[in-house]
């Protein structure tokens, strides 16, 4: 007879083993109660890797167009100005050290059609502007066809369409010389203009330059907006004497915009609901924790039996808990494995559908699966504990 | 943690079980006196019937001896190491080792095969499955079950499951095998299979205790113990010349 006592002792892959019988034997329920943890995973790295993946294509897009222009706008209405800057304004912008480029855009009074049939009222809604030739370089625009106006035409009657403009009158491609009539005139059309992000009022406009409006449209050429490009170090500089170089009389007429902040607010409002969908997301978690909890306590009634049997084997307390713990987990991981799955999948096929590049975040991945653990920990912890606590002898009581 | 040795060495090395004065009382309005005041020395290799009525402590008496439950008062040895002097885990590894358990409703894993149910007996011991499959395998055809080592141990036919329930109980080659009614949830013909393996066992040298209600097969067992109201009202006696390991 042996007269010491070697301590119970259960190999990992035994315990292993042990917490998932509980999974294999009852595979419908741990599959029901796997899922709320695979949708909650999912909701959140989805909707992490969507937030990432078109924040993203922002700052790409923020990235190209650029952060350090301003637009600056003569203030109107009742008591503020009458809409125009001064003359000689855009010379003056020029003149201060950071700024890089200065365009000027100027209203003219005249509508464009796209011959002359059509009736005065239908005008499609387009502007028509009198423009700086260095204006698409300002704006770092591109152009869809054709050229930009230059010095060369700049006195012929030619015309640059915006986006919107251009399809407004059928221009399908602006190399092709078409011709539309604007204010008395006819005018060929020598170029198309892509989609000004950071300046969509120009997408509606018709643009012709300085010279052209002054020879053909009887235009006074005071401009009323101007675009300026900085060095970006020095943008809020350039932003804060920029009223009172333009119009040393009334600064307080003199608006100044960053057009990239509407896109930087666009920014912060997906922002918010990101984390509204996140805040659903971890609901949704809290739900399959719960899931998994309830599981694991009517596990640990119904196998009384086996509770009792092990501990007749040999098993201490802590071999149970540990197993019905590790049952827990095994299932919170196999949820958040699939969650995090599902959730990259979803994203990655959304951003793909959107044309942007697919960003499924580490933080999304890891953070996931450390809370598909730690629910599966918590949701464990109490159904364990009862585990342990089971009396062996009430335990094979049970019939 | 280390080995624990016990606080007492073996007296008698053929003393597999010894109780003096064991009483149990479940505490309640009024308390339930299940045992009061028992003695009991089993020998190595002895077959042992403990039998009586239901109410009359036999379960208590089983789960005392098997160190599921601790006595009120009174001293439980079982080989050689004094109950009282171990604590939960310690208590917790003298039954992976010493002690066999065979219950009336088979306790047998659902999706798991016979062997591994077997096997299932050294779990707690730490041994690598693999070893344990091997020593499995002989207990299995200990208890003529090797052709079915492999079907899924909780649907093969009652008899069958008892026989993988007591493989189980053998593998470790423990010092005392407690058996918990092991004929309950049988037919006759399986019952009898059954009893007919724990005698085999018994003259192979195994040292087993079976708590029934049934006097018949009590009648059969070379010692009985009767119980009545918590206390031993007859006990045969330890056979002389009985099998010794």
């Known amino acids: 007879m042996k007269a010491s006592l070697d301590p119970s002792r259960l190999a990992p892959a035994d315990m292993f083993r042990a917490s998932l019988i509980g999974l294999r034997t009852r595979r419908l329920r741990s599959i029901l109660s796997g899922l709320g943890i695979v949708i909650g995973i999912a909701a959140m790295v989805g909707v992490l890797g969507l937030s990432e993946s078109s924040k993203s294509d922002l700052l790409a897009q923020l990235d190209q167009l650029g952060t350090n222009m301003l637009r600056i706008e003569a203030g109107s209405g009742i008591g503020i100005g009458t809409g125009e800057l001064p003359d000689e304004s855009v010379a003056m912008v020029g003149r201060i050290a950071p700024v890089e480029q200065v365009a000027s855009i100027s209203e003219v009074d005249a509508s464009v059609y796209r011959n002359d049939l059509v009736p005065a009222g239908q005008t499609g809604g387009i502007t028509v502007k009198a423009v700086d030739t260095n204006l698409l370089a300002t704006l770092q625009g591109r152009m869809a066809s054709g050229v930009f106006l230059d010095e060369a035409a700049s006195d012929l009657p030619v015309v640059v369409l915006g986006s919107v403009a251009a399809q407004r009158l059928g221009v399908a491609d602006g190399s092709s010389g078409t011709i539309i009539w604007l204010g008395d005139e006819w005018f060929s059309v020598v170029g198309v203009m892509e989609t000004l992000d950071l300046s969509p009022d120009l997408d509606r406009a018709a643009l012709v330059s300085y010279p052209t409006s002054e020879a053909f449209l009887d235009h006074d050429g005071v401009p009323s907006t101007i675009y300026v490009r900085s060095d970006p170090d020095d943008i809020d500089a350039v932003r804060s004497v920029l009223p009172a170089t333009v119009n040393p009389e009334s600064p307080d007429e003199v608006e100044v915009t960053r057009p990239s902040d509407a896109l930087e607010a666009k920014e912060a409002a997906d922002q918010a609901f990101t984390n509204l969908l996140l805040g659903l997301g971890a609901v949704a978690l809290l739900v399959g924790g719960v899931g998994i909890a309830n599981v694991m306590v009517i596990s640990v009634l119904e196998r009384r039996g086996e509770i009792g049997l092990r501990r007749a084997l040999g098993a201490t307390r802590r071999h149970i808990s540990i197993q019905f713990l590790g049952e827990s987990l095994i299932l919170a991981t196999l949820g958040g494995l699939g969650g995090v799955a599902l959730g990259s999948a979803v994203t990655a096929l959304y951003a793909w559908s959107q044309g942007w590049g697919v960003l499924i975040p580490t933080v999304a991945v890891v953070g996931g699966m450390a809370a598909a653990l730690i629910i599966g920990v918590v949701a464990g912890l109490y159904p364990a504990m009862r585990a342990a606590r089971v009396s062996p002898t009430e335990a094979l009581r049970t019939l | ?245």
Request: charged content about 20%; cysteine-free.
């Open chain 2, 1 to 245: 943690m280390g080995s624990v040795v016990p606080a007492v060495e073996p007296v008698d090395t053929r003393t597999v079980l010894a109780l003096a004065g064991v009483t149990k009382t479940y505490p309640g309005t009024p308390p339930v006196h299940a045992l009061r005041g028992v003695d009991l020395a089993i020998h190595s290799g002895e077959l042992v019937a403990i039998v009586g009525p239901s109410g009359s402590g036999k379960s208590t008496l089983l789960h005392v001896i098997g160190t599921l439950d601790r006595a009120s008062t009174g001293t439980v040895s079982v080989a050689g190491f004094d109950v009282d002097d171990l604590n939960d885990k310690q208590l917790s590894s003298l039954r992976s080792r010493h002690i066999g358990f065979v219950f009336q409703q088979f306790f047998l894993l659902a999706g798991e095969s016979a062997l591994d149910n077997v096997a299932d007996g050294l779990l707690y011991t730490g041994m690598a499955l693999s070893d344990r499959r091997l020593l499995a395998e002989e207990a299995l055809e200990q208890v003529g079950l090797a052709s079915r080592m492999n079907h899924e141990a909780t649907k093969l036919s009652g008899g069958e499951r008892q026989r993988v329930a007591i493989a189980r109980a053998l593998i470790g080659t423990p010092d005392i095998i407690l058996a918990d009614e092991p004929t309950g949830n049988l037919d006759s013909k399986s019952g009898e299979d059954v009893v007919r393996l724990i005698e085999d066992l018994n003259t192979r040298g195994t040292t087993i205790v079976v708590i029934t209600h049934d006097r018949q097969i009590a009648a059969r067992f070379p010692r009985r113990v009767s119980l009545l109201d918590g206390r031993i009202i007859e006990d045969t006696g330890v056979v002389a010349g009985g099998p010794v390991r």
